[in-house]
């Protein structure tokens, strides 16, 4: 069946996420088939790169033999048991191999099946935690602004982007906001040469004046991903988990995007050597072949949780398909793979060629700021470049040069004026040339 035929059956039926309407019914899109390596094959047989690794999630491409055999071997045994109460091989394996692929003190895993469930879990588990020790005036939360957690409630509240999330403002729990590390657009003016976090005093000053009331602060570490692939210094990170530590506020890593080495190291936080209390993973757990997400805590968090004679202190939280074996297996195959064939030393190979690439891009005159971490390159386009002023939105620039990537053969997606690359960490420096070629060829025909 052709692109045509299929595009004609999905918008009588499908609702698609995180699109507009009139731009699904406006035009033809690809009805991707088949996926082999970095690329993915559409019903017509045009070939793409898989340019930001299906919604951050293929880090090892698409047809890994051995993530299907194991998904495959699983499915034949035992393909769902529940966990309450009761275990199965592949969740203590997975556990297991979590546990000791994770920054040192982080010991307990408690598993859901997507991002923001896991962060959904680490809010709760946060505010539970102070209530366990006897302290359950402690329910409070900060954040940073444009920072991005997931779209259910508790996530959203976490981390609120205006453009998606202002229609249920009404149903948000308050959280205090710190001003966002954005580097080009520095909040306290700074150029990158002559930073000194500066822009930490406005999340110190929060922490000072509400540390009382605090459960936990949650950031992306190293990356405001969603909210623009605003990367900024480890040091902010490393300054954070101090201060959390003076004032005994819990520290939530979310690394759902940046985990599992897109930022070149396996977690981003390692880059500032911290460990957090409480780690949420995700996305790249199963490398995309599966849904399955976690939330890794300390030994202290989870043995409040222990009950007592006197108080019943279950954590009462879960989800049907809360380690599931296939999808645990999955996810235990993958941490094999990274170990067995080194993919964070070719994730790193690859950044290096990101990296120079990046360097052509950024001289472009409508090409206002490009910055990096690991496997993740991220342009930010102006109209004009002295100015730094942002093309108009409605001009839908970014869109234009992504449907024109399309059409050379890369799959990409623009975040408000931010064009970016994430592709699987396995791609190669040759793969990654191919990939910028296209963006730039398709740039240079828009712009
Ligand atoms: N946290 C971060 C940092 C994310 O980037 C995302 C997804 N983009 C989420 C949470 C939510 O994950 P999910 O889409 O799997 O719910």
């Given amino acids: 069946m052709s692109n045509q035929s299929y595009w004609l059956r999905d918008v009588r039926s499908v609702w698609h996420p995180y699109s507009r309407i009139r731009e699904i019914e406006a035009e033809v899109f690809p009805t991707i088939v088949r996926g082999d390596g970095i690329y993915l094959y559409d019903s017509d047989g045009n070939r793409y790169i898989d340019g930001i690794s299906s919604w951050w999630a293929c880090n090892l491409g698409h047809g890994y033999p051995r993530i299907v055999e194991a998904i495959r071997r699983q499915a034949g045994e035992l393909q769902h048991s529940m966990i309450g109460g009761a275990s199965h091989p592949a969740i203590i394996e997975l556990s297991e191999l979590l546990i000791s692929a994770c920054p040192t003190g982080l010991t307990r895993a408690f598993f859901a099946s997507d991002g923001s469930s896991a962060v959904e879990a680490a809010i709760k588990i946060a505010v539970q935690y102070w209530r366990n020790i006897g302290r359950p005036e402690r329910t409070g939360f900060a954040s940073l602004e444009a920072g991005y957690h997931g779209d259910t409630l508790g996530a959203v ?74 990367v900024y210094p480890a040091e902010y990170v490393a300054k954070l988990k101090a201060l959390c530590g003076k004032h005994e506020v819990l520290l939530i890593a979310d690394e759902i995007a940046m985990g599992y080495g897109r930022s070149g190291r396996m977690w981003a936080c390692d880059h500032a050597s911290v460990a957090p209390d409480i780690l949420c993973l995700g996305k ?103 100015a730094r002023t942002p093309y108009p939105p409605e001009k839908r620039l970014e869109r234009s040069i992504c449907m024109e990537a399309r059409r050379r053969g890369a799959l990409l997606r623009p975040i408000g004026s931010v064009l970016y690359l994430w592709p699987p960490l396995i791609t190669s420096p040759e793969q990654i040339r191919e990939l910028a070629a296209i963006l730039a060829d398709s740039i240079k025909s828009v712009v």
Avoid: W
Wanted: glycine content about 8%.
């Fill in 157 to 230: 509240s976490a981390g609120m982007i205006e453009t998606f999330h202002s229609p249920y403002r009404a149903l948000l729990f308050e959280v205090h906001r710190a001003k966002s590390p954005y580097c080009y657009r520095c909040p306290e003016g700074k150029e990158p040469a002559g930073c000194l976090t500066e822009c930490f005093s406005s999340m110190e000053t929060i922490i000072e004046e509400h540390h009382a009331e605090l459960a936990a602060v949650i950031v992306e570490p190293l990356n405001q991903a969603g909210g623009g692939m605003r």
């Fill in 284 to 386: 790249g757990m199963a490398a995309g072949y599966l849904p399955i997400s976690a939330t890794v805590v300390t030994d202290e968090i989870y043995s409040s949780f222990i009950d007592t004679p006197e108080e019943d202190r279950t954590f009462y939280h879960g989800h049907t398909f809360s380690g599931n074996p296939i999808a645990a297996a999955a996810a235990a195959e993958t941490l094999r793979v990274y170990e067995d064939e080194q993919i964070l030393d070719r994730a790193v190979c690859a950044a290096r060629e990101m990296s120079a690439q990046l360097g052509y891009l950024a001289a472009l005159d409508c090409v206002g700021d490009t910055r990096q971490i690991g496997l993740v390159g991220a342009i930010e386009f102006v109209e004009d470049k002295a």
